[in-house]
């Protein structure tokens, strides 16, 4: 059957390299974001997050960038593996007292070996 | 590790049926969501439910859905004439408090003939 729905933009690395996802988010009030990973037939899974009185936020191999002037958001991943392949999701949440996470459209990251 | 678990993993319908998916929260969490995944699109939210009812829900989440904890384990959501466009992935989530990490399940997806 035809396939519908979003075109996901796909960035293509090579093992080792560094990869640099890129998400644009709208709300101006949200103030937690957080990037989420998605493996073909699973749930989304929680890579790292930052609230908007942060601009950098580090864990293990991954690095989130913030930009509120641009309402910009950046996952930097290091040393890229091939297990790193998946759809990735920026979130943010406009607070209101309960999680309702309002997710970007998605970037998948292919990585070759 | 505790995780949030989806049964079942896949179901096919007939427009017009009623149906029932669940969901097992991690076992000390308080806050319990539904978000679904139309094919290629992305992450919508539907509803969060604390202290036994909804706190929140969007418009997807129509007269049609209801969500219910039948006791003290279990998450349902329930469509009750199912139409071809409720086709997608359901996610069930959970967090221990207002503002603290979702974990996501695995999925339960539906498809309506």
């Known amino acids: 059957g035809e396939s519908v729905g979003l075109h996901l933009p796909t960035l293509s690395v090579q093992e080792g390299d560094n990869s640099i996802i890129n998400c644009a988010y709208s709300?101006?009030?949200?103030?937690?974001f957080i990037w989420y990973k998605q493996e073909s037939g699973k749930g989304p899974q929680f890579i790292i997050d930052?609230?908007?009185?942060?601009d950098k936020r580090q864990g293990q191999r991954v690095t989130v960038l913030l930009n509120k002037t641009v309402k910009h958001l950046s996952l930097q991943i290091a040393a890229t593996q091939p297990g790193d392949s998946a759809v990735y999701f920026c979130?943010?949440?406009?607070?209101?007292?309960?999680?309702?996470?309002?997710f970007g459209t998605g970037t998948r990251l292919l990585v070759s070996p | 590790e505790p995780e949030v678990t989806q049964t079942p993993s896949h179901q096919v319908t007939q427009m017009g049926q009623e149906v029932i998916l669940r969901c097992v929260p991690i076992?000390?969490?308080?806050?319990f969501y539904w978000y679904r995944q139309i094919l290629g699109q992305k992450v919508e939210f539907l509803v969060s439910?604390?202290?036994?009812?909804?706190?929140?829900k969007s418009e997807i989440f129509d007269d049609q859905f209801s969500v219910e904890r039948p006791d003290g384990s279990n998450f349902t959501l329930k469509i009750r004439s199912t139409k071809l466009e409720d086709s997608a992935m359901y996610f069930c989530?959970?967090?221990?408090?207002?503002?603290?990490?979702?974990?996501f399940g695995e999925g339960s997806r539906l498809t309506v003939l």
């Open positions: 989530a959970s967090s221990g408090d207002s503002d603290g990490e979702l974990f």
């Open positions: 709300n101006s009030a949200s103030d937690y």
């Open positions: 930052i609230r908007s009185n942060m």
């Open positions: 979130a943010e949440i406009r607070h209101s007292g309960f999680q309702k996470l309002v």
């Open positions: 076992s000390n969490h308080l806050y």
């Open positions: 439910f604390y202290n036994n009812e909804i706190s929140e």
